[in-house]
């Protein structure tokens, strides 16, 4: 037992950074810092969320992308992840005078579905619907029409491609100082979290594990907080902003034999299920893209149809999807 308190001792201690500790008596860093609810629910309905490029898809989502959540984003090919996810990476840009955020994204890539035209594309679309909402304003931000360029939004992806589960464990574990060193990233995007584990990982506990290690890291990323760009540096008190960031995490889908039946299901266990704040499924009804909200700490279940254009991610045409039944 006292080898237990020692232990648990010396953890405080190495937390706190201080050489005086001599028992629980000074309290450490840990331990100072808590928060009261009423400041994190302040903190948080201040905080802007990133648009998916859907009225719709942002409507069951709370009104998009959260911070300080891991939000896990599935379906089966062709459904329009990647599609989102580049949609994510370019909307997160849009300057601090349109509404957004002015931030950056990092987008981590372990299937090669990443293409820079496309993010062009979508670029276009997203200055082509700003110019539209702000048909003068434009002129008169401070942030001017030389920010509303597709170039500029390109360049505001950093961007990994990753070829094994070994480069992807490296990268996740390099991201916290790679952020450190860049404060303007406000999102970062992994495309997808299970493609190299699935192909090349064949010790199953093992793979648990390691992804286990991994997880506990993206949460940990969801919450740091990096200097806000000087677009929004200080609000209106003149105090420096702390912003957070977000994780986007895209999955692939499995089939998994329930009731009687098999029924579509995000890969990686149920295990891997508690990785995230919330998770989207996205699936086919006919020739219509929805997307179904199926787990959320606060919002209801719901699903939405959404579209895949020129543009990018839209609202549908039609409004008629209904819950799909994905377990």
Known sequence: MNNKIQEAADILKAVDG???FKGVEEPCGVLR?????????????????????????????????????VTEIGGVPGVGK????????????????????????VYIDTEGSFMVERAYQIAEGCISDIMEYFPYHHDKASSGQQNLQPERFLAGIYYFRICSYTE????????????????????????????HFRQDFDDLALRTRVLSGLSLKLMKLSKTYNLANSEGAHNLLGETLL?????????????????????????????????????????????????????????????????????????????????????
């Open 243 to 327: 912003l957070p960031i977000r994780v986007v995490l895209l999955n692939q889908v499995t089939t998994k034999f329930t009731e009687g039946s098999f029924q579509l299901t995000l890969a990686l266990g149920d295990s891997w299920s508690h990785s995230s704040t919330n998770r989207l499924i996205l699936y086919w009804k006919g020739n219509e893209r929805c997307a179904y909200l199926d787990k959320s700490p606060s919002l209801p279940v719901a699903s939405t149809p959404y579209a895949v254009t020129g543009k990018g991610v839209r609202d549908a045409v039609s409004s008629n999807c209904k819950r799909a039944r994905i377990m």
């Open 82 to 105: 990647t599609q989102l996810g580049i949609q994510l990476a370019i909307n997160v840009q849009i300057p601090v005078d349109y509404g957004g955020l002015g931030g950056k994204a």
């Open 168 to 195: 992807q464990i490296a990268v996740i574990n390099h991201l916290e100082k790679f952020l450190g060193e860049h404060k303007d990233v406000r999102i970062v995007i992994i495309d997808s979290v299970t493609f």
């Open 33 to 69: 810092g808590a928060q009261n609810a009423w400041d994190m629910l302040s903190e948080e309905q201040s905080q802007k969320h990133i648009s998916t490029g859907s009225s719709d898809l942002n409507g069951i989502l709370g009104g998009g992308i959260h911070c300080k959540e």
């Open 18 to 20: 201080s050489n005086k």
